[in-house]
């Protein structure tokens, strides 16, 4: 008896493969580097397909983009933003952490949905506000763990976005969920103070400049998605 393969059987099966390094590359540093990554596992595609939303819905569907996401990671994210892109989109891929800016680059030669758009993506392996202030954007996207930032920290980078973000343009980034309550149970004073703090920030920007709010429940943890607009 013949066995049948499925057409999309090796895709399949290389997607499968790929996830899986990011997994395990993801894991291994954020046991070593936390702070940075605010979590132990990457983000799931239907957080990645909720931050790419004003990548997707373009007041101008047939205008292409400069699109600029920081905290790219393992890819997770750049992927919804991928499948988002049209001819003539252009993406800055920002990450500090080397290995991740490294696992990125061949993700571009390598992977099916990001290899797609190879010619239009920049890794920099960089801090994002060290990207310089002569860029200019039309849609942010940002996979920073806020919550495990100072204020002031946190402050500076959304200064940063909205410096070299066009009038009009959006950002968009999320949080995870009552990572505040719970850290008001098992966190030490000094840490939840800071979270706080961050918080604070972080909603003082929301109130100024948010246009929608999305609640992803299909990610471990689960997350707030906020879209910001930089006024025209």
């Known amino acids: 008896m013949s066995e049948t393969q499925s057409p999309a059987g090796p895709f399949s099966a290389l997607r499968l493969d790929e996830r899986l390094r990011d997994t395990r590359l993801f894991f291994s540093q954020a046991l070593r580097t936390f702070h940075a990554t605010g979590s132990i596992v990457p983000s799931s595609r239907a957080l990645a397909d909720a931050l790419a939303e004003f990548v997707r819905e373009r007041p101008d569907p047939a205008q292409p983009l400069r699109i600029l996401e920081a905290g790219a990671g393992t890819g997770a994210i750049s992927r919804g933003i991928a499948a988002a892109m049209i001819p003539g989109d252009s993406v800055d891929l920002v990450e500090a952490n080397p290995e991740f800016a490294a696992h990125l680059e061949g993700l571009l030669t390598t992977d099916p949905e990001l290899s797609r758009i190879a010619d239009s993506a920049r890794v920099h392996a960089k801090l994002v506000n060290e990207m310089g202030p002569d860029r200019r954007y039309d849609a ?82 689960p997350a707030w998605v906020h879209h910001l607009r930089k006024p025209v």
């Open 140 to 221: 942010i996207v940002s996979g920073l763990p806020f919550a495990n930032f100072t204020a002031d920290e946190v402050r500076e980078i959304l200064d940063y976005y909205f410096e070299v973000l066009e009038p009009g343009g959006t950002l968009s980034f999320y949080g995870y969920l009552y990572t505040k309550e719970v850290k008001a149970v098992i966190a030490r004073r000094e840490d939840y103070l800071r979270q706080a703090r961050t918080s604070w920030v972080v909603q003082d920007w929301i109130d100024r400049y948010g246009i929608r709010t999305d609640t992803v429940f299909a990610n471990l943890p």
